[in-house]
């Protein structure tokens, strides 16, 4: 079974600068999730989405990040316009719930790693 | 106010020792869940266990067991005769309704 896939893996631009990051979820899971992890700290939970629909988006920026999940299947995450404090890895996940209680087991793609100088 | 706190920053143990992550929690909801993760030095994060509010039986799974107190609104991960593969970052989490909160991480690096 082929795991949650992220690209790119790394990013480096310029603050001001827009970038997109793209996520594809296990096949059937109907839950998704985007965290922002800065370094040396635990992952934050910026939106949830069920099927194309937003669980929750409390965490998330949205003068400058929006997230997108179309048919329900992949998502994308944009940040415009970046700033320093965005430098992070961006992770995706996906679990099977159907609920909006994130019960299940969460499968983590391996993240894109973003630098903004 | 959800919080989750692994007050523990970095641990070093000799393989073959046993070690304790701490985790203790913050929540008001009666229904909540909690998570361990591992993240190795390759990035991904990796589910090792979950426990829901009411189930305060303590699990054990090969080397790896998990002791739930709500008393002390902890939960303790262990690990016995530790081993090189081991090393990585362990995260404790609580999840609540819509919400899910990690703890800071606790970096644990086994000595050959």
């Known amino acids: 079974e082929a795991g949650v896939a992220q690209s790119p893996r790394y990013k480096i631009i310029e603050k001001r600068q827009s970038v997109a990051f793209w996520c594809n979820p296990i096949s059937g899971h109907a839950t998704l999730y985007w965290y922002q992890q800065i370094l040396g700290q635990g992952p934050k939970l910026l939106i949830q989405?069920?099927?194309?629909?937003?669980?929750?988006d409390s965490q998330l920026p949205k003068d400058r990040f929006s997230a997108e999940r179309l048919k329900g299947v992949d998502s994308t995450l944009k940040i415009q316009p970046a700033k320093l404090e965005d430098s992070a890895v961006y992770l995706c996940?996906?679990?099977?719930?159907?609920?909006?209680?994130?019960?299940?087991?969460?499968?983590f793609g391996p993240g894109t790693r973003l630098t903004v100088l | 106010a959800q919080k989750v706190t692994q007050a523990q920053t970095e641990i070093s143990v000799v393989e073959k020792e046993d070690v304790t992550l701490d985790c203790v929690y913050e929540t008001r909801d009666t229904t909540y869940y909690l998570f361990w993760y591992k993240q190795p030095p390759s990035g991904e994060l990796v589910f090792l266990i979950r426990?829901?509010?009411?189930?305060?039986q303590n699990e054990i799974s090969g080397r790896y067991s998990w002791n739930f107190q709500k008393s002390t609104s902890s939960f303790n991960f262990t690990i016995t005769a530790s081993q090189v593969v081991d090393s990585a970052v362990y995260f404790c989490a609580l999840s609540t309704g819509n919400q899910f909160y990690f703890g800071t991480g606790t970096s644990l690096t086994v000595i050959p």
């Open positions: 426990r829901n509010s009411f189930d305060e």
């Open positions: 989405f069920q099927n194309n629909g937003v669980v929750d």
């Open positions: 996940a996906s679990s099977l719930e159907n609920s909006g209680v994130a019960y299940n087991e969460q499968f």
